[in-house]
């Protein structure tokens, strides 16, 4: 047979147990090589982590349907989702890569290095990258399998010593050890907790907000209306709905953060610290924020109490005056640091609205998981054209120049929130008693208010809801309307009206391109008398 082969190759044909424990061997070599880069990337940037590297490789590149899919069918487990996905490919790719080793143990070792080659690659082409040393825990988690993977199939390639059966004890003695000793190593790793991540946890734990210059105007005491199952006034921060396409939520050390403002109109780029933010007049406001991705009757939506300062009057100290008076620059674009770009109209944000760069929220620092230290917020625009979290500069262009990251993917450039209603209670396909029921939610059409919210039962008349008292234009409003509910089946559908007194429209369409419009509607079964 083939001489150069058996001259380096152990004298034997490999059996089917012998295929089998191969294609294990490379499941537990992919195994051990994702554990030494999870270790090493704790050590380093937990973001440089091939599977959070690669994730972020193909949620940049993912189309936006696709994505939209995934919102829908997985919420906010897309990223749980995503992540299982390539493991997945990946464990699958690995008994492939066994196999291969069993032909040849070169080939199959160069298999496991390409793939560390694919993830480093994909670690040091990240936005958020700004090292060489994002490529270490791919290559050296590839290093380990690779050899690992060698060392096995040598195992089943080697005949035990008199006889002409493989070493599958070796085989699985190196495999546990290595898989055990790579798994308490990840655990260790990550129980000691990433030093980055640690400052900024320190960080967060040690800052103390300033009082507002400006408080928030106390809510009224009708804004809440006593409705069991209605959405509360005020989201609190652990309910708040959370959308970015981080798969590693960002942890800023605050005593590091500067935020850099620059670009057309800025008369001289600046840098500025936490601290000196902190420093200036802070207002506080209760806002609604909205996600574009959210359909009608969906939860990407939610009310806070935001601590920030006016990012209208850090502007015109910059020297920057909007497009109405002349200035060269119609787009803001806020970058953050893993390298998502949000761009927003520099008109809205400088027309007297409370355009913040926030850093608390419901009354304690912005939550990792919402921006810490600083993110934008500005009343009346979708979240993905307004709402930088994380943010660390602030750049004066032209739409014409810069399409920030979602308009490429499909998503309009400018989007104003459009007016929703929604209907909290009772929950879809619910069985209420015959009698009254309360049917109730909230409404909203930032910076323009809800005048008006109208309810209809089946084919009925319209019919005026009651409004909570109406905090400000730049919050939801919930509504009540008691329905004298009688037994059978029933569609309650919901309409409101903005403070411009335009209706929304009953035609339903979807989040793209620049979010969904049409009436809520939900059916319930009231129970026979
Ligand atoms: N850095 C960063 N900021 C971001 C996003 C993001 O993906 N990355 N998503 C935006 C979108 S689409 C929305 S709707 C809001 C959501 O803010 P929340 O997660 O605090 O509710 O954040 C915005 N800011
Ligand atoms: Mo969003």
Same mark, same amino acid.
């Given at each position: 047979m083939n001489v150069t082969r058996t001259a380096r190759e152990p004298h034997r044909e490999p059996t089917r147990t012998d295929r089998l424990l191969a294609a294990l061997g490379g499941l537990v070599s992919a195994y051990v090589s994702l554990a030494v880069a999870d270790l090493v990337a704790s050590r380093v940037r937990p973001e440089a982590g091939p599977v959070p590297a690669v994730g972020g490789a193909v949620v940049d590149r993912t189309p936006a349907v696709l994505k939209e899919w995934a919102i829908r069918s997985f919420g906010e487990s897309d990223k749980t989702v995503l992540q299982l996905g390539i493991l997945l490919l990946l464990g699958s790719l690995a008994l492939g890569v066994g196999l291969l080793a069993l032909r040849s143990r070169l080939l199959g070792a160069a298999a496991v290095a390409a793939f560390g080659v694919l993830g480093a690659l994909a670690a040091v082409t990240r936005p958020d990258s700004d090292s060489a040393v994002d490529a270490v825990p791919s290559l050296a988690g590839a290093a380990a399998g690779a050899l690992l993977l060698y060392v096995l199939t040598g195992r089943l390639l080697t005949p035990r010593p008199g006889t002409d059966r493989a070493d599958r004890r070796g085989f699985l003695i190196v495999a546990a050890s290595t898989g055990l000793a790579a798994t308490g190593a990840a655990a260790l790793g990550r129980a000691v907790g990433t030093p980055v991540q640690e400052n900024a946890a320190a960080s967060r734990a040690a800052l103390r907000l300033p009082r507002p210059a400006s408080a928030a105007p106390?809510?009224?005491? =009708?804004?809440?209306?006593?409705?069991?199952g209605i959405s509360p006034f005020v989201t609190p921060n652990r309910d708040f709905y959370r959308v970015d396409t981080a798969l590693i939520v960002p942890k800023v050390d605050a005593g590091r953060w500067r935020l850099r403002l620059h670009g057309m109109g800025v008369r001289e780029e600046r840098f500025l610290t936490l601290r000196e933010l902190m420093a200036r007049p802070a207002v506080e406001r209760d806002i609604t924020l909205a996600c574009v991705s959210n359909e009608v009757g969906g939860p990407y939506v939610g009310n806070a109490r935001w601590l920030g300062v006016p990012l209208a009057a850090l502007l015109r100290e910059a020297g920057v005056r909007p497009p109405s008076e002349g200035g060269p620059a119609d787009q803001l674009v806020a970058r953050s640091v893993d390298g998502m770009t949000i761009g927003t109209p520099v008109e809205a944000v400088m027309? =007297?609205?409370?355009a913040l760069l926030a850093f608390g929220m419901n009354g304690e620092p912005l939550p990792f998981t919402h921006g810490f230290p600083v993110r934008m917020v500005v009343p009346g625009l979708y979240g993905y054209v307004s709402a930088c979290k994380w943010i660390e500069s602030i750049e004066l262009t032209t739409f014409d120049a810069y399409d920030a990251y979602w308009v490429p993917r499909g998503w309009a450039a400018q989007a104003p929130v459009k007016t929703q209603s929604r209907i909290d209670t009772p929950r879809p396909f619910a069985h209420p008693a015959p009698g009254t029921v309360m049917v109730a939610g909230v409404a909203w059409a930032q910076h323009?208010?809800?005048r008006r919210v109208e309810v209809r039962i089946d084919d009925g008349p319209w019919q005026d809801a009651r409004l909570a008292a109406q905090d400000s234009t730049d919050t939801w409003r919930q509504w009540v309307h008691p329905w004298a509910a009688t037994p059978g089946r029933h569609t309650l559908t919901v309409r409101a009206t903005d403070g411009t007194g335009t209706t929304q429209p009953e035609r339903r369409t979807g989040t793209m391109p620049d979010g969904a419009q049409g009436w809520h509607t939900v059916e319930v079964t009231v129970a026979g008398a």
């Open positions: 106390a809510v009224p005491p =009708g804004a809440q209306l006593p409705v069991p027309d =007297g609205r409370d323009r208010g809800i």
